[in-house]
């Protein structure tokens, strides 16, 4: 497909076909499975890691967390700034190349240090996935198929991070803990020459109508002009604050869970191969496929939608995630769990179906940099930092039960995420009646 495939062919407005548009949709999907695979790797392997390379809990948390997102989050915003202004399929295929290359280099890692610099390149890669592929896919579908259309581009997470438990695992069982980073990386680069060869760039605002002459000769706006006016709105502000809330539960937990399933739970490295990788496959990505359909039917009715959807989701999770904790076994333990995999996850197409329509076609980049910074910064930063350093805190009085003991204390963000999610329905309920939330 060149690149003229969308900006002139097929459609001389830009539009591209059905055909066209499933493609590129799937190839996005697949280098966002690439993307959490690469990312939740190190989570997956976490006991033979530590077993080979004697790391702690606060260790592990801070390079799976905050050492990660500091890289990942703020090297977005330039990335995006840019990719605003240039070629977005090229900006995404050189980041998956950086990324996957960046992988294998962690499966050479010898000690805590190397493997803190091969981390922190993941996440230099990392941070130009995501936000251009957001707005390729806006460009590419219409607003009333957005939802459904990022929600399938968001089975990445779920998806990668269920491959990466039953082909990681059973790798890492069968040989050694450092093959799949040979593998995965390997895979990753193959992947970046193809998104480059296959997906066309696509028109910027094909399906948000006609700019008006004057709309069409205004230049962009600069760099932190883009930034002030993104936190400058209260809507936008308030969903990445929420989103960060949420997101601080989701990777808390997913950086953890294998690690405590194995530790507290009893589970083998075989088992956790296949029954841990359905429940986050199967939960996460039924999930994060309803909440889609839920957002396309609900959104065009009421703008509330974008935030009553989560904030419900975040309330009925929470008695489950509490069983996940306490529960003596491994099997009664991923039978709760199955029901915060899928609720967990409905925040994330909500809010990005939200910013995405809100904001400019020449802005949606720079807008998904910018939510992932707040969301990521938050959930990836602080999540498994505060975990791996409550199991640390708690490690002499509760002993090799201080896992459990962490993951109870991450319990009160579900209440957390949940008014704050309340308190941007009320925000969008009276910005709408004002006429301020027209988009």
């Keep these: 497909m060149s690149e003229s495939a969308v900006e002139t062919g097929g459609a001389k407005s830009g539009v591209a076909n059905p055909g066209q548009r499933g493609l590129v949709l799937g190839l996005l999907c697949f280098v966002y499975v690439l993307n959490f695979l690469d990312r939740q790797l190190l989570s997956i392997l976490a006991k033979p890691i530590q077993d080979a390379l004697q790391i702690s809990d606060g260790q592990l948390g801070l390079i799976t967390g905050f050492y990660f997102a500091l890289f990942y989050c703020f090297i977005a915003i330039p990335v995006g700034w840019l990719a605003d202004r240039t070629n977005r399929v090229r900006v995404l295929s050189i980041a998956c190349g950086l990324w996957s290359a960046a992988t294998a280099a962690c499966g050479m890692a010898n000690n805590y240090g ?67 980073f040979y593998v995965i990386g390997g895979i990753g680069v193959a992947t970046a020459i193809i998104v480059w060869l296959v997906i066309a760039e696509p028109k910027r605002g094909a399906y948000d109508g006609a700019p008006s002459s004057n709309e069409a000769k205004t230049p962009r706006e600069p760099f932190f002009s883009t930034i002030g006016r993104f936190f400058a709105n209260p809507i936008l502000l308030l969903a990445a604050l929420a989103s960060g809330a949420a997101n601080f539960i989701t990777y808390g937990l997913s950086n953890f869970a294998t690690l405590f399933l194995m530790r507290e739970k009893g589970m083998e490295l075989s088992e956790v191969a296949i ?157 709408t009646a004002s006429g301020a939330f027209a988009r």
Aim: avoid cysteine; glycine fraction near 10%; proline fraction near 6%.
């Design 114 to 180: 190397q493997l803190v610099v091969a981390r922190m390149a993941v996440g230099v890669g990392e941070a130009g996935g995501v936000p251009p592929s957001y707005a390729i896919i806006s460009d590419y579908f219409p607003r009333d198929q957005r939802g459904t259309a990022l929600a399938i581009f968001n089975l990445g997470p779920p998806l990668g991070s269920a491959l990466g438990v039953a082909f990681g695992a059973s790798l890492a069982a069968a040989f050694d803990w450092r093959l799949p």
């Design 275 to 431: 029954w841990y990788a359905l429940v986050v496959g199967l939960g996460m990505g039924g999930g994060i496929f309803v909440s889609g359909r839920l957002i396309d039917k609900f959104g065009p009715r009421a703008k509330t939608a974008y935030a009553i959807i989560p904030a419900l989701s975040l309330v009925l999770a929470l008695p489950f995630f509490l069983g996940f904790v306490w529960a003596p076994q491994w099997e009664l333990a991923l039978a709760f769990l199955m029901v915060p995999m899928f609720l967990n996850s409905f925040f994330l197409t909500a809010t990005v179906t939200l910013v995405q329509g809100e904001v400019s076609a020449n802005q949606r980049v720079m807008a998904g940099a910018l939510l992932l910074l707040v969301m990521n910064f938050i959930g990836l930063g602080l999540g498994p930092t505060f975990v791996g350093a409550a199991s640390d805190f708690f490690s002499p009085n509760f002993g090799a039960h201080a896992l459990q003991a962490a993951l109870y204390a991450l319990s009160p963000m579900y209440l957390i995420a949940a008014l704050l999610y309340l308190a941007l329905a009320r925000l969008i309920k009276a910005s």
